[in-house]
């Protein structure tokens, strides 16, 4: 497994690129301190995860623009505070994993070998708050649509939003001018009731079923 590691401590960064080379399951291919570096790191490098020091504090919404971007490469977030809402915003930044902060080195190696798997564990407590948080987003995203439903169109543009692309390549995508790409995705900010191409990233994210409802509900752009 292929892995980056992003901390701003460079001891801690040096131990762990030090300790996985030693595990012959793990490859890392470099330690950067923030997430410039990182996107910088992302373009030269071909990672299966990136681990990512939360203890420090961390830019949620670069995160999920990453998340985005590049859907195969998986986040893991290292030395979370295991609470719930903690673990809740990871989710929602497109962290598909952790390691609380107490954890020893053979925990992270195994929760990184979960994570390659696609599992995730977690405490009864965590579980339960993932799936009440999981209920509540659901319904209040479906009772804010009901009266400002996304048109056909605006639900395309924010799929495309979604996956982290331009207002020219949605233009491109879709075969329309910019300027109609740019009309829609005013549209769909203000149905959204957001300010930000990275909430409205993080909308489709957090609650994917909204597109398929306003595909389904509407022909017209």
């Known amino acids: 497994m292929k892995v980056i590691i992003l901390t701003p401590i460079r001891i801690l960064g040096e131990a762990l690129h030090a300790s996985l080379s030693r595990r012959p399951e793990f490859c890392p291919c ?9 996107q910088e790191a992302l373009n030269d490098a071909q990672p299966d995860l990136v681990l990512i020091d939360v203890t420090q ?9 990453i998340a985005a971007e590049r859907p195969g ?20 930044a497109g962290f598909v994993g952790y390691v609380a902060r107490e954890a020893t080195v053979d925990a992270l190696c195994k929760a990184m070998l979960d994570v390659a798997t696609g599992t995730l564990h977690c405490s009864p407590e965590i579980s339960g708050g993932l799936l009440r948080a999981l209920f509540r987003t659901q ?36 075969h329309l ?32 079923w909204i597109v398929p409802s306003a595909l389904s509900s509407h022909t017209h752009e």
Request: charged share 25%; hydrophobic share 40%.
């Open 177 to 208: 001018s910019t300027a109609t790409i740019k009309h829609h995705v005013h549209g769909v900010l203000g149905k959204l009731q957001v300010a930000k191409r990275v909430q409205a990233m993080r909308r489709i994210r957090e609650t994917p």
């Open 30 to 38: 470099t330690t950067v301190p923030n997430l410039p570096a990182l």
């Open 73 to 92: 490469v998986a986040l893991m977030a290292l030395g979370l505070c295991e609470q719930r809402q903690e673990v809740i915003r990871c989710g929602r």
């Open 57 to 65: 504090g961390i830019d949620l919404d670069e995160v999920r623009a």
């Open 139 to 174: 319904h209040d995203s479906q009772g804010s649509l009901t009266e400002t439903a996304l048109t056909r169109r605006e639900g395309e543009v924010l799929q495309l939003i979604g996956r982290g692309l331009t207002n020219k390549e949605i233009a491109r995508e879709l």
